[in-house]
């Protein structure tokens, strides 16, 4: 049976989506790990509870989220719990210490052993685990095509080196479209220098990966899901 392991960021935003997958393919026939923590597995409860009463071959992994070696006090293990903004990156410093005990657990006695990873984009460093297992890493996007293939173009045509204020409009390169906005409205697509580390790490991640999946679906992306498989050549 093949055994697929799924690690989502731990925010609503990206936890919602990635809630009914594990369902969705362990109802074809297929094993399903589902890496979370204990504060995060509460917030699913219901899903895993819905999971639990199907019948289905999934299993809840909760790893302890280390986030006191990051500075963040007890509980904090999702996004939306931090009180403030400036703890973001401490947050996501704390995920990169989850490489350790998932791969102890994932090499352990795991029947059958792990044939995917398909990983949160923003888990860069479940690269590195899929690498050590030698098994394939997925990535999965909360965003759209649309929104991927904006965001990369913005990084590829480096509209961050002429583009300085937050309130400038500018063009989106690269679409056929003509699409106008700001920084200021696009803030996730300028990650600034705090983050340009992880944004780094991410970017390259990405281009290792060997797919993505999106959530979305083709009628409503089909200009975007063309021209992604451009840059990512898939």
Not at 147 to 164: E, H
Request: with cysteine; aromatic share 10%; proline share 8%.
């Amino acid at each position: 049976m093949p055994h697929r392991v799924l690690v989502p960021l731990m925010t609503q935003g990206h936890m919602i989506p990635r809630a009914d997958l594990p369902l969705l393919l362990a109802d074809r026939g297929v094993l399903v790990s589902f890496i979370t923590t204990p504060c995060n597995a509460a917030r699913i409860k219901d899903t895993i509870h819905r999971a639990r009463d199907s019948g289905l071959p999934i299993r809840f992994v909760e790893l302890p989220f280390p986030g006191a070696e990051e500075g963040l006090a007890e509980g904090w293990e999702n996004i939306d719990d931090l009180p403030r903004a400036e703890l973001y990156i401490n947050f996501f410093r704390a995920t990169y210490l989850l490489q350790q005990p998932l791969e102890l657990y994932l090499q352990g006695q795991q029947q059958p052993y792990p044939s995917v990873i398909i990983s949160d984009f923003c888990h860069p460093w479940t690269l590195k685990v899929a690498r050590n297992l030698r098994i394939p890493r997925i990535t999965f996007s909360s965003m759209s095509c649309f929104a991927l293939l904006c965001n990369f173009n913005i990084w590829r045509y480096k509209v961050s080196d002429r583009i300085a204020e937050e309130h400038q409009p500018f063009t989106v390169p690269g679409l056929r479209e003509q699409i106008e906005v700001t920084r200021a409205q696009a803030s996730e697509f300028f990650p600034g220098p705090v983050f340009e580390n992880i944004a780094k790490d991410v970017r390259e991640a990405e281009f290792a990966a060997d797919g993505i999946v999106v959530n979305s679906f083709q009628d409503s992306n089909m200009y975007s899901s063309r021209g992604n498989r451009r840059p990512w050549g898939r």
